[in-house]
């Protein structure tokens, strides 16, 4: 018989507990109990689930294990690590602040409907409502593997509601003609810079990894790191001319060279970015006539030339890096204020635009409000 009773004095009480003792794998694992009742119900599903198989046996150890300990010693190792560092880095921050406090140091066999109901209540008032909802949904998600893995029986994330998220305001592109304004009043490099990020669609850290190898001659290769993944956007003829004028201006670098180095040659930190965007982005804006803005947001410039010209949400799609429902929510109501507008090319778009041509502002979707030029 694996149940074992063991008695002991603590401050002149003694105490009687009932120890099953048993076996999972090549461990040996034991389990305490105040009442024999318990401890022999316990062992007897022990028993049962051996016959079961070994896989039986884990599952009902496992849920003993605290979230912290799940985290720590599954989770992270598992599944963190297969993220991008700067994910990564937001997930840690997000748990550690808002997640371990309260059930860091529960079981996760505790962890039920009631309890997270109890977490989210607690954080309301003290975070914003998109903040809850993303600690929410890592929340959901580290329960979820769990529940994949027989841990607990059941991911109980998923029978409490998240908060609404705001809505995000509807992207206002800027038209060709605000670009080239931009590009003017900025020097060559900083012109070439604003050239990608707009008629390219590239997210500030591609263009900070783009190397001259990767300018192909008639698409740009592109890393994205956040998903390990490349691919091929299309190389615009206006572009192409702006990079080559640049790379002649730069000395005609090697082909291993970055396409937009620092000062020593080297990799563009995120924080150089910042400080170009504080100190050269931001007063050509202004320059420009626009109220604000960030340079992220000159990839909706490049989806707006696309769908101008009447490609599929699938294709605009794959050349901004991301997939075809996001494409539409972020872009239905530019395709619908294009329905009934002629195709445009998007190289002659650019061309109009910088000839001074009336065809630069491109249709009424373009023609933004200050107001609205960084939404």
């Given amino acids: 018989m694996s149940v074992h009773r063991s008695t ?12 099953v003792r048993y076996r999972q794998g090549t461990r040996n694992r034991q389990r305490t109990f105040d009442r024999a009742s318990d401890a022999r119900a316990f062992d007897d599903e022990v028993r049962r689930r051996r016959q079961a198989g070994p896989s039986a046996v884990r599952a009902l150890d496992a849920g003993r ?9 599954t ?23 808002h997640i371990a406090p309260a059930l860091g140091g529960t079981r996760l066999c505790d962890i039920d409907p009631e309890a997270i109901a109890a977490w989210r209540g607690s954080l ?106 490349r691919r091929t956007v299309r190389l615009l003829a206006p572009l192409a001319a702006d990079l080559a004028a640049w790379r002649l201006a730069s000395g005609r670098p090697a082909a291993d060279a970055l396409v937009f180095a620092d000062e020593d040659g080297g990799e563009w930190s995120s924080n150089g970015f910042n400080k170009w ?27 707006s030339l696309l769908l101008h010209e009447g490609r599929s949400p699938i294709y605009v799609a794959r050349q901004l890096g991301h997939g075809a429902a996001l494409t539409m929510g972020t872009y239905g109501h530019v395709i619908d204020e294009l329905e009934d507008a002629p195709n445009l090319p998007a190289e002659d778009a650019i061309r109009a635009a910088r000839e001074g041509r009336n065809g630069g502002s491109c249709s009424p979707l373009v023609r933004v409000p200050q107001a609205a030029a960084g939404a």
């Avoid at 002991?8 to 120890?19: D, F, I, L, M, P």
Wanted: hydrophobic content about 40%; aromatic content about 6%; proline content about 7%.
């Fill in 75 to 97: 989770w992270t190792p598992a599944h963190a690590a297969h993220l991008a560092p700067k994910t990564r880095r937001t997930y840690a921050q997000m748990y550690d602040c």
């Fill in 65 to 73: 294990e605290t979230l912290d300990e799940y985290v720590v010693q």
């Fill in 277 to 303: 965007r504080a100190r050269v982005f931001g007063p050509a804006l202004r320059a420009a006539g626009l109220e604000r803005g960030r340079p992220y947001d000159l990839r909706h410039s490049f989806a």
């Fill in 8 to 19: 002991r004095t603590t401050n002149g009480t003694q105490r009687t507990s009932y120890v």
């Fill in 124 to 229: 309301i008032g003290r975070i914003g409502p998109e903040a809850l909802h993303k600690a929410m949904t890592l929340l959901g998600a580290i329960l979820q593997r769990a529940a994949e893995a027989q841990r607990i029986p059941y991911n109980p994330a998923r029978l409490v509601s998240k908060p609404r998220r705001t809505k995000a305001p509807e992207v206002r592109p800027l038209a060709p003609a605000q670009v080239e304004a931009i590009r003017a009043s900025v020097d060559p490099r900083s012109a070439a810079v604003v050239s990608v990020l707009a008629y390219a669609g590239l997210r500030p850290h591609e263009l900070r990894r783009l190397r001259w190898r990767d300018v192909r001659d008639a698409t740009l290769l592109v890393y994205a790191t956040k998903t390990q993944t």
